[in-house]
């Protein structure tokens, strides 16, 4: 069993005990279950996959990290910080897809003056949300 919370800047989007989850990490896709040894890891944007018994909750990320370690209570401890999460079932498909567009024009339209990374990172966060409210549309 392990010990999650997965936190962002404004909420605490889990915090229970579950048997795994797999991470979009900078060096690829990691599966930590108990007993996992400990690592501090970047997170890049992709699917968080929550797994409790047999249920499966995904989650949209955008850059963090991910710290795995033992717990003082004989649990495995893993504490995920990220600049942005949301549930999959609270993903607007509809709403990704027009914050995708706001991004990219706002990208097309920036002045010489703002640094371009920042629009690439708006376009990487809103693509990411899309391709996941697309895996999951109903």
Do not use: C, Q, W
């Not at 404004?10 to 007993?35: Q, R």
């Not at 990220?82 to 509809?94: F, P, W």
Request: aromatic share 4%.
């Amino acid at each position: 069993m392990l010990k999650l919370r997965v936190l962002t800047p404004d909420t605490i989007i889990v915090d229970e005990i579950v048997d795994s989850l797999s991470i979009p990490t900078t060096t690829g896709v990691i599966t930590v279950l108990d007993k996992h040894i400990p690592i501090v890891s970047t997170i890049k944007a992709g699917e968080l996959m929550v797994r409790k018994g047999k249920a499966g909750i995904g989650y949209a990320v955008y850059k963090g990290l991910v710290n795995v370690r033992p717990h003082r209570k004989g649990l495995t401890e893993v504490v995920v910080l990220l600049e942005r999460g949301e549930r999959v079932d609270e993903l607007d498909h509809k709403r990704a897809e027009e914050a995708l567009e706001r991004a990219r024009k706002m990208r097309e339209e920036k002045d010489d003056d703002v640094d371009f990374g920042v629009f690439e990172g708006l376009v990487e966060k809103e693509l990411n949300r899309v391709k996941i409210a697309r895996k999951y549309k109903r």
